[in-house]
């Protein structure tokens, strides 16, 4: 009797698991591999790519915006954690709301500046040619550092506490754990190119370029879905650059005094 209560349960799992696996594979993943790609952009060189050359991982998504270039490209350098925000998934990567304005303090970036994701650091400008791309670099190794300082007080990439909803903190700690099981050594290139269509319309391209050695059984299980975990937050983002940029954007609605306690 114990045997067979025993194995109903593990056979269920295996079920649900196969199901999942099967679903990821016949409708999640060519979806994600293929939202908003142009082949003939998948195919070309970007600003970014000499950065990480034998990349294992390529993913290029595109966006087209009714919105001239300049429209598009201030919203770029603000973005970031405790800044402007990512636009996409607030409660999952930012401690407050992405911003509906652009904002002049946050308006300038400079190579080596860091565009923080969590409050101990992020991703570093490798490379920025304003109005035109954005390439923002992060490895094992400034990873490590990062961490290190934040553990050892000493900084905070954002300038400020590290404050926010509880809940988004716990979120991006998930995140860095499911990064350090699937890829515990990597490179990694995030790219960001506005280009021209014509006068009042513009393409947004990004691209992660990733690196790491042959992954272990382990970690091959966990490389799907921090793949499909990145497609989810930066098609939120493109929706959400393509909003503001085209001025559609609808800022979010008030906290409620609950959520302000959590936040505070």
Do not use: C
């Not at 990873?143 to 979120?171: F, L, R």
């Not at 947004?204 to 690196?211: D, K, Q, S």
């Not at 085209?246 to 906290?255: C, K, M, N, Q, S």
């Amino acid at each position: 009797m114990i045997k067979r209560l025993v194995f109903i349960p593990l056979a269920f799992l295996f079920s649900v698991t196969v199901s999942l696996v099967a679903t990821y594979l016949v409708a999640v993943r060519p979806m994600r591999r293929s939202w908003g790609i142009d082949p003939a952009e998948t195919a070309r060189t970007l600003p970014g790519d000499e950065f990480v050359p034998e990349a294992g991982i390529t993913d290029t998504r595109g966006i087209s915006i009714e919105a001239a270039p300049e429209a598009v490209w201030p919203w770029l350098p603000q973005m970031g954690y405790g800044r402007a925000g990512w636009y996409s998934y607030d409660r999952l990567d930012n401690k407050g709301g992405s911003a509906t304005r652009l904002m002049p303090e946050h308006g300038t970036l400079a190579l080596g500046d860091i565009v923080p994701t969590w409050p101990g650091g992020g991703f570093r400008v490798e490379a920025i040619d304003p109005g035109h791309s954005l390439v923002l670099y992060l490895d094992t190794e400034l990873a490590n550092v990062q961490a290190d300082e934040a553990q050892a007080g000493e900084g905070d990439s954002t300038g400020n506490p590290a404050t926010g909803n509880a809940a988004t903190a716990a979120n991006l700690k998930a995140a860095g754990a499911m990064g350090n099981a699937a890829m515990p050594i990597f490179k990694a290139t995030w790219a960001f190119v506005v280009e021209p269509v014509d006068p009042t319309h513009t393409r947004l391209i990004e691209r992660f370029r990733v690196w790491s050695p042959e992954p272990t059984l382990p970690q091959r299980a966990f490389l799907p879905m921090l793949g499909l975990g990145v497609f989810v937050m930066t098609r939120k983002q493109m929706l959400g650059l393509k909003q503001r940029a085209e001025g559609t954007v609808i800022a979010p609605a008030p906290l409620a005094q609950s959520e302000l306690d959590t936040a505070a």
